[in-house]
């Protein structure tokens, strides 16, 4: 293993110390890319430049170009949960595992959900916005008691769980599609995605970005959404048409979209900005000090646990 070079596309924190920590103690030679993510030509030239046997990826595009460029490759691996940016089709041609960190901010991302929905139904942010800009208006008030809110969780995974969990204590009536209901799961309703959408005040979206789920919220599922409701992206902007929702928003239809994923970030449409019901966050919701630590140093492992010839715990294709 001492000879094994592991490239870092990218990373999304000050520093690489826990991953240096991990894989120099592991006898690996670690290489770094930019901190930002750069573009997809860029990486596949890092890749044949350093022949790395393991490329662990943040946001940068890992290209069928970048799998084919190293002759030494043994593994890809996503320091996050979705696979989108890698072309997990080309790793599998080549046999290398691909592997990601699937339950790291389970209870981030599901705690963001439900701030957005707190901060929505008390108007924290539409009224921190008044305060700052001299307006002392509490007569405007047009709040919402989250107890008397129906809920609909799109997905039902281990976040979409969580999230249930949540504002099941907060005594809202929780819906939740999925493909694969569990066979036991107390107070919550499972129903065909159209149903939820025409019941729910709160729309909650926790799903992978796949073909099928490409702009599965659309402008027709937004107009079947109940007139001032909310929607909640806290999982790929991709999945939401995000011109439909700020036609809505302009309409009056959709009563808040919360966003902390948009298509095309980070560059936030000036439309969507212009929106005063948009509550908006720059792709955050998995971030704490806990989540990023235990992201780094468990995505890390398991880049070791493969290059020593061991099974990874989270293989996904």
């Given amino acids: 293993m001492t000879a094994s070079t592991v490239l870092v596309t990218d990373f999304a924190w000050p520093d690489l110390d826990i991953e240096r920590d991990v894989l120099e103690g592991a006898g690996l030679r670690l290489v770094a890319g930019p901190a930002s993510p750069a573009p997809a030509d860029t990486i596949a030239a890092l890749v044949r430049e ?27 691996g996503r320091i996050g949960v979705g696979l989108d940016n890698i072309d997990v089709a080309a790793c599998t041609a080549r046999g290398l595992p691909v592997t990601n960190v699937p339950d790291y901010c389970v209870e981030e991302v599901s705690d963001h959900a439900v701030g957005f929905a707190l901060a929505w139904t008390r108007g924290l942010v539409a009224f921190d916005r008044d305060v700052h800009a001299g307006r ?40 939740a599609n999925t493909l694969t209901p569990p066979a036991r ?26 073909p099928e789920s490409h702009h599965l919220i659309n402008r027709s599922r937004i107009n079947a959404m109940k007139p001032g409701a909310l929607l909640v992206n806290v999982s790929r902007g991709g999945i939401v048409d995000t011109d439909a929702v700020v036609e809505a928003l302009a309409s009056g239809h959709l009563g808040g979209a919360a966003l902390d994923v ?56």
């Fill in 50 to 76: 350093h022949q790395p046997s393991s490329i662990l990826t943040c946001w940068a595009q890992v290209n069928a170009q970048a799998v084919n460029a190293s002759s030494r490759l043994q593994h890809v």
């Fill in 136 to 175: 002392w208006d509490p007569a405007k008030a047009r709040l919402r008691r989250l107890s008397a809110l129906t809920v609909g969780l799109v997905g039902y995974g281990r976040i979409g769980q969580a999230s249930a969990r949540k504002f099941a204590a907060f005594g809202c009536r929780v819906l």
């Fill in 262 to 317: 948009i298509e095309s970030e980070p560059q936030v449409p000036a439309a969507l900005l212009a929106q005063p019901g948009a509550l908006l966050t720059p792709h955050v919701a998995f971030s704490s000090d806990a989540s990023l630590a235990e992201l780094r140093r468990r995505a890390a492992e398991e880049t070791v646990r493969v290059l020593s010839g061991r099974a990874p715990l989270n293989r996904c294709n």
């Fill in 185 to 210: 799961s107390t107070g919550v309703e499972f129903t065909e995605l159209d149903t939820l959408l025409t019941q729910s005040d709160i729309v909650v979206l926790h799903l992978p970005l796949t």
